[in-house]
């Protein structure tokens, strides 16, 4: 949202390797590993004996049956983040260094602007409950402006937003300073005026009204993928969701997780600490939901929350997920310093301002260069590290394949450390711990 860079912060190292892989300096590393870090809490992959040559790429179908214009989606894209928050070059150097790498770019909630437009990057429009972009005068969504610019072929999926990782309560708010008359123009609001993101989506309050909006927009959209991101809150909502799909007989094409480790700007303290579901726990929830309802081959798992190599990549894709997103790790990519002073608008490489001074700081030709770089040498790690297990699919990745150490005696595997479901397992017999949240869960309403 309207932010800084808040949320659990990144680790220098993790930070060195982005900025390395993003200048195509870092591919090999001498002398072997540095870890020191076996203890509890380690996880790794198991290598084959039978590796496999690694293949150039992996694409990830996303589109349901009801879907026309299907998108075939890289594994690693860039997640959602509004202008407004992230500098008129900032969206460019992203956006240009997509289109560079052939992924996707995800305009976040500020609305769909020319600067996501200008390089022909492959765009997941994301809708907020403040409906920017494409919003009556009294704040509702406005289908005909969504259906117009839902028609631009750079946009290749629709996200309804429906909560954030690192602030999955509290409304976004940008201050009224930061709202320009570019800023206002684009978002439908008033300029000078503080500009708040509702907590609730006005166009729909049930997961029935939910998933009919999916449909609606999918209708409006000529059949473009559409999806919703969530970072999982009460698990019989979610499960809610599910039995409107059943009941309505339709879906979303996708679904974007996030993790409550995530980044966001403004986010009070409390709850980027200890609200939302930690991706792990989401995303697995999320995949066995999807698998126990029978609906898991229809919709296509995206997930976001620290990622930014090719290990944690892989690792989303054998706990449930189908492609991934990364925000921070793409901040870092075009210059960003995680200085954590995006909110005072004096961002000092150009990356978090609306200060025009500043943002010309932040070089689009080189930094989408880096964006292509960290992107490709990122998902050739992933590659390599899927090939390494004697895979050639991203569909034969599981999470028996990822270990973990418990204790100084004990390794398991995440099918150990997290029962899957089996499909349609909810419909015929809800294990004992799924029970209560099933039985809750009423496509009519959500809880209180
Ligand atoms: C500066 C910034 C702006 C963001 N803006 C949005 C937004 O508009 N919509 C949204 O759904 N998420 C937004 N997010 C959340 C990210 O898309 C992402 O879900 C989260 O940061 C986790 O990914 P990461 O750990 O790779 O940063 C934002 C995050 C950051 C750091």
Same mark, same amino acid.
């Given at each position: 949202?309207e932010?800084?860079? !808040? ?6 190292? %993790?930070?060195?390797?982005?900025y390395?892989? &993003?200048?195509d300096?870092h591919r ?5 590993? !540095?870890?020191?870090?076996?203890g509890?809490?380690?996880?790794? =992959? ?5 590796? *496999?040559?690694?293949?150039? !790429? ?63 990057g ?38 309804? *937003? ?6 999955? +309560?509290?409304? $976004?708010?940008?201050? +009224? ?29 049930t997961?029935?009204e ?6 609606q ?9 559409? +999806? =919703?991101?969530?970072?999982?809150? *009460?698990r ?17 094409? =996708?679904?974007?997780?996030?993790g409550? !480790?995530?980044?966001? #700007?403004?986010a ?7 609200? #939302? %579901? ?10 066995? &939901?999807?698998? $126990? ?42 210059g ?8 005072t ?19 689009v ?9 960290f ?9 390599e590290?899927?090939?390494?297990? $004697?895979?050639?699919d991203? #569909? ?5 394949l990822?270990?973990r ?6 390794? *398991? ?5 997290y ?10 017999e ?5 029970? &209560? ?6 496509s ?5």
């Amino acid at each position: 949202m309207e932010s800084d860079i !808040e949320g659990v912060p990144y680790d220098r190292d %993790t930070r060195s390797l982005v900025y390395e892989r &993003a200048k195509d300096t870092h591919r090999e590393q001498p002398f072997g590993t !540095e870890l020191d870090v076996y203890g509890p809490g380690y996880e790794w =992959f198991e290598q084959s004996l039978a590796p *496999k040559p690694a293949a150039a !790429e992996h694409r990830v179908r996303i589109g349901g049956p009801a879907c026309k214009q299907p998108y075939d989606m890289s594994l690693f894209n860039v997640s959602a983040m509004s202008f407004g928050t992230l500098s008129s070059n900032a969206i460019r150097a992203l956006n240009k260094g997509a289109a560079l790498g052939g992924f996707a770019h995800d305009t976040g909630e500020g609305g769909l602007t020319d600067y996501h437009l200008e390089a022909g990057g492959d765009l997941v429009w994301e809708i907020g409950s403040g409906y920017f972009g494409c919003r009556t005068a009294e704040g509702r969504f406005d289908p005909d402006t969504f259906a117009a610019k839902a028609a631009h072929p750079n946009v290749k999926c629709i996200s309804i *937003k429906l909560s954030q990782g690192a602030k999955p +309560g509290p409304s $976004g708010v940008m201050p +009224g300073a930061k709202v320009t008359n570019e800023i206002a123009e684009i978002r439908g609001v008033p300029v000078g005026e503080k500009c708040v993101s509702p907590p609730a989506h006005s166009t729909f309050s049930t997961p029935l009204e939910l998933i009919g909006f999916v449909d609606q927009l999918r209708e409006l959209s000529s059949g473009k993928p559409v +999806g =919703f991101k969530l970072c999982v809150g *009460k698990r019989s909502d979610f499960l809610a969701i599910c039995k409107a799909m059943l009941e309505l007989d339709t879906a979303p094409d =996708f679904i974007i997780v996030d993790g409550s !480790e995530g980044g966001t #700007g403004a986010a009070p303290l409390e709850f980027e600490d200890h609200v #939302g %579901t930690p991706l792990t726990d989401g995303l697995i929830f999320v995949h066995n &939901a999807l698998v $126990g309802v029978g609906l898991r081959d229809q919709i296509k798992i995206g997930c976001s929350g620290k990622i930014a190599s090719g290990f944690s990549l892989v690792s989303r894709l054998a706990q449930g997920a189908d492609c991934t997103n990364a925000a921070r790790a793409m901040m870092f990519a075009v210059g960003c310093i995680q200085a954590q002073r995006c909110q005072t608008n004096t961002c000092p490489v150009g990356v978090a301002t609306q200060d025009p001074r500043r943002a010309r700081a932040l070089d689009v030709g080189d930094k989408s260069q880096r964006v292509h770089h960290f992107h490709s040498n990122t998902v050739t790690s992933a590659n390599e590290l899927i090939a390494a297990m $004697g895979l050639t699919d991203t #569909g034969q990745l599981g999470p028996e394949l990822l270990k973990r150490r418990i204790d100084s005696n004990t390794v *398991k595997n995440y099918a150990q450390l997290y029962p899957y479901l089996e499909s349609g397992q909810l419909l015929t017999e809800p294990p004992e711990n799924w029970l &209560a949240d099933w039985n809750t869960a009423s496509s009519k309403s959500f809880g209180p």
